[in-house]
């Protein structure tokens, strides 16, 4: 077996302690990779794959990265979900003896990466840690590295409140304690890390101080040692653990956060079409960040919104104060991550100079703000600070456009350091020396091409050409260098005055290091005043942003009911209109009270009862979020809970089909919601048979109705749930309106109170361009169809048994529906899909019934087809009539 180098034995043995890492090995201007790490990075990379070998080794497997590009394939390497391990030189190669040590410096990964491809301006960058107890119960908290923000919550028993705000805060990644078990969370996809010691260190006790939990100490404990191991240096920027409490906030599950297209749109999973694309007019990227936090997170408490509101006014009413506001914004740079970024040590003069221009910007910015008279301003304004003492210090220190190098010179201003200037003189004035002593070398030779020049190895040197050596005066040039057409050579002269530039450039460079280090170490002791100061822009920023985006679309200021009323005035969807190209917007009232609490939606496809019922879900969102809303009047409730079950989807992944997926997000919003809450349910029951369907359809209806409370948008195709409207009072039947010219149909998008006359889905399959005969077929099949149908309302249905007992619901089948219609000689009761064991009892039916309801029971519904049923249960009620 061949023996392995001491260079490949140290790479194994750093390997041994990050496993689950990329080892990035600096071997001089390269950062190698090697056996498995190397396969692996070549493939993800789309770099070559090569090989290392002598007669004392085997062949290896290894790539490389240039070290000054290493940037851009480690942040490829983090999007694709790696963790990275930089291993570095830690001793001077000179001094070493035998094998140069190496250490990882930084475990770089997606929650903790600082800078690249893989930080978005307007998106925060959050890891988070979750430490379960024994009681069911979860600490929570999560940070962002680049802005030093933190938060934290207990979490309930319900491992999908754990999924939930994973997923609403789009962790990148996740520590958790040794024992915890992956699957708790199958419902995402974040990196997992572990982390084992969870002692809380004493530099990380003062992010605690202003609270006592010591279940929520665990999780940070856990956290902040993880950066502690990995970052491997000081996190000064970290902020104050700020508590909060989920329920605090509208919750929004990841159902309804995807198909209200809150974030991102629904097809192609872009910003563009998403309700954040409309509402962020911010010009700051962190008025970006807080706008999509917002957005995420609408208000419960109806006196902040009203003070966010109120800003939104004064703005809307002062155009110019505005329009100034927003230009002197944009001179603002990414104070949050400008501060973290000192903090960690890898700002460098660009940055610098990027925040002392973000500070001169200040104290106009407070000017204008003042200047509006809101009460609110003047609450934001007071923790507020125009930092002149340190934008000073940036003025005299940086110049205008310093270099991206720290290392290179050229970044400290002249007049800063006594010492600095006069090397810097010495450097200059030694350079314009040069200068003359070629222009005086060629006068006293008559050689006109010779040059004085310059390179890192030889130094400073006089350049002759061949045929011209002749002409030198002998004794005075010293021979330093022979190239191929010329020779270079150094005279006495020459030599003492490069000592001295050289020294000079070297002092020089080192000197302005060594300032610029102190520079930062002065910045950091206002970083936490920096981060509070770039909390308050964040705000205005949003807040702003609100303001254009109501003058821009004509939005009003929403009021909010005490008693559950809803009244939304020729309302809106905001995104629809906006990217409508041709036409008006149609647009449509909403009421809703005590009396009034769920709307049975008909009409045709495409008619536009899924943008109907949107509308009212983003437009609660949008208030909600203290911005004006699109509607020419709007009262509305403050909603806990929005429930959202719209558009077909599967879950294949998961062996879940479309229907199944209905199924379980129903389940949720049934389960969940509350009478403060509003519940958006398309099509219910499409999934399955018509029966089946119109059997869930209604029971679902009446659960909610008579259970939940919550106010409830039901569009749906079934015609025969219209008729509910006389048997609940509170349910209320409305369509989208359409009318048939010259044998077309015309969709007219208005909402009108009554139920639709049929659902036209022969006229969209023309608009769909079908063969025609598939067409007149169609046609002719309906016809036949209607001609041989029963009467309607009489239906059974054959229903999930999980769905029911995760709900509680015994479904009953039974011979009619006390909620159906019949005839005014015959009203058959039937006992409610929804009533409990303690109302069902055989003394409900006379001597006679027992019979056909033993023959209900022992009837195997699932195996019936919708004839047979249909069969089955007209003999079971000329039973029960006799």
């Known amino acids: 077996m061949a023996q392995e180098t001491p260079m490949i034995k140290q790479y194994k043995q750093v390997k041994s302690e990050y496993e689950d890492a990329f080892l990035f090995f600096r071997l001089g201007d390269f950062y190698e990779l090697f056996f498995d790490d190397a396969i692996k990075a070549a493939r993800e990379l789309e770099i070559t794959l090569t090989k290392r070998g002598s007669k004392n080794e085997q062949d290896i497997p290894m790539c490389g990265v240039p070290y000054h590009s290493a940037e851009q394939y480690i942040s490829t390497l983090i999007e694709k979900g790696y963790k990275i391990a930089i291993c570095e030189q830690v001793e001077d190669p000179k001094t070493a003896k035998g094998v140069v040590k190496r250490e990882v410096v930084q475990l770089i990964t997606p929650g903790t990466v600082m800078e690249g491809k893989a930080i978005q301006a307007k998106e925060n960058n959050f890891i988070a840690a979750l430490y379960p107890f024994e009681d069911g119960t979860a600490a929570f908290i999560k940070a962002d590295l680049t802005t ?40 995402s996809s974040v990196l997992f890390s572990i982390e084992t010691s969870e002692e809380l260190r004493p530099e990380f006790e003062k992010l605690c101080t202003h609270w006592a939990n010591e279940k929520l100490k665990k999780a940070v404990a856990i956290l902040t040692n993880y950066f502690k191991r990995t970052q491997k240096r000081a996190l000064s920027h970290l902020q104050p653990v700020q508590i ?85 914004l944009r001179h603002v740079y990414d104070l949050e991550r400008l501060a973290g970024k000192t903090s960690y040590g890898n700002v460098n003069a660009r940055e610098l100079v990027q925040l002392r221009r973000s500070l001169q910007e200040l104290p106009d910015i407070f000017a204008l703000l003042r200047s ?38 050229g970044i400290i201003r002249s007049g800063y350091h006594t010492q600095l200037d006069e090397y810097k003189e010495a450097s200059t004035n ?46 005075r040039y010293e021979r330093k260098q022979t190239l191929t057409n ?65 003058e821009q679309n004509q939005y009003v200021k929403p009021d909010f009911s005490t008693n559950r009323t809803l009244n939304i005035q ?115 029951g499409r999934g399955t048979s018509t029966y089946d369907g119109m059997a869930l359809a209604q029971s679902i209806v009446e659960y909610i109705h008579d259970h939940v409370g919550a106010k409830t948008l039901f569009s749906t195709h079934y015609h025969e749930l219209t008729t509910l409207e006389e048997t609940m009072p509170k349910l209320q039947n409305v369509h989208v309106r359409a009318v048939e010219e010259a044998g077309e ?118 195996r019936l087809s919708p004839m047979e049923a249909l069969e089955v249960l007209y003999k079971f009620q000329r039973k029960l009539r006799s």
């Not at 097809?267 to 694309?277: F, P």
């Not at 962020?280 to 919104?305: F, H």
């Not at 558009?647 to 199944?660: C, I, N, R, V």
Request: aromatic share 8%; charged share 30%.
């Open 148 to 187: 030093g923000e933190t938060a934290a919550a207990m979490l309930g028993e319900q491992h999908s409140e754990w999924e939930r705000e994973i997923l609403r805060s789009d962790i990148k990644e996740l520590v958790a304690p040794p024992d915890f078990k992956e699957d708790m969370l199958a419902g």
């Open 430 to 475: 030694g350079k314009e020396w040069i200068s003359r002593l070629e222009q005086k070398e060629r006068e006293e030779t008559g050689i006109k091409s010779l040059k004085v020049g310059f390179n890192k190895v030889f130094g400073y040197y006089i350049e002759v050409t061949k045929p011209n050596i002749p002409s030198l005066p002998e004794g």
């Open 570 to 684: 020729e309302g809106r969807h905001p995104v629809v209109e906006h990217m409508l190209e041709h036409g008006d917007y149609v647009a449509n009232h909403i009421t809703m009270n005590e009396n009034r609490e769920m709307l049975l939606i008909t009409g045709p496809n495409m008619a536009g009862k899924s943008t109907y019922m949107r509308q009212a879900a983003l437009i609660a969102v949008m208030a909600q979020t203290g911005c004006f809303v699109p509607a020419a009047h709007a009262n509305l409730p403050v909603f806990d809970q929005i429930f959202t079950r719209i558009g077909a989807a599967d879950d294949l992944a998961s062996g879940q089909s479309t229907f199944m997926v209905e199924m379980l997000e129903t389940k949720h919003a049934l389960s969940k919601a509350t009478p403060d809450s509003l519940i958006l349910l398309d099509e219910i």
């Open 372 to 409: 509006l008279n809101n009460d609110y301003v003047d609450e934001l304004l007071e923790e507020a600070e125009e930092f002149n003492d340190l934008r000073q210090l940036l003025e005299d220190s940086l110049v205008e456009d310093p270099p991206l190098s720290i290392t290179d010179g």
């Open 244 to 328: 909060y409490n989920p329920n605090e906030y509208m919750q929004l599950d990841l159902h309804s956060r995807r198909n209200l297209e809150l974030t991102e749109s629904l097809r192609e999973k872009k910003r563009k079409g998403s309700l954040l694309w409309l509402m962020d007019q911010t010009v700051t990227a962190m008025g970006g960040r807080l706008a999509k936090k917002w957005l995420e997170e609408p208000l419960l408490n109806v006196d902040t919104i009203r003070k966010r509101q109120s800003l939104v006014e004064s703005l809307l009413d002062q155009y110019f104060e505005r329009e100034e506001l927003r230009e002197k």
């Open 745 to 862: 149909i015309v969709f007219l998008h208005k909402v009108e109170e009554g139920k639709a006359d049929r659902s036209y889905g022969i006229y969209v399959a023309k608009l769909a361009e079908l063969p025609q005969d598939v067409l007149t077929r169609a046609e002719t099949l309906l016809t036949e169809f209607e001609q041989a149908a029963p009467p309607q309302n009489h239906f059974s249905s054959s229903v999930s048994e999980k769905f029911y007992e995760e709900n509680q619901i015994e479904f009953q089948h039974a011979a009619s529906s006390k909620r159906v219609s019949v005839s005014a000689e015959e009203k058959p009761e039937q006992l409610s899909l929804f009533q409990t064991d303690n109302e069902w009892t055989e003394s409900t039916f006379d001597k006679n019934a027992e019979a056909v309801m033993k023959e209900i029971k022992n009837t195997d519904v699932l």
């Open 486 to 550: 010329a020779e270079r050579f150094i005279t006495p002269e020459l030599k003492e005055k490069e000592s001295l530039i050289l020294g000079a450039e070297e002092n020089s460079t080192e000197l302005e290091y060594q300032l610029f280090l102190e520079l930062r170490e002065k910045v950091k002791e206002f970083i936490q005043s920096l981060q509070n100061t770039a909390r308050i822009i964040s705000e205005i920023d949003v807040l702003q942003g609100f303001a254009v985006v109501s």
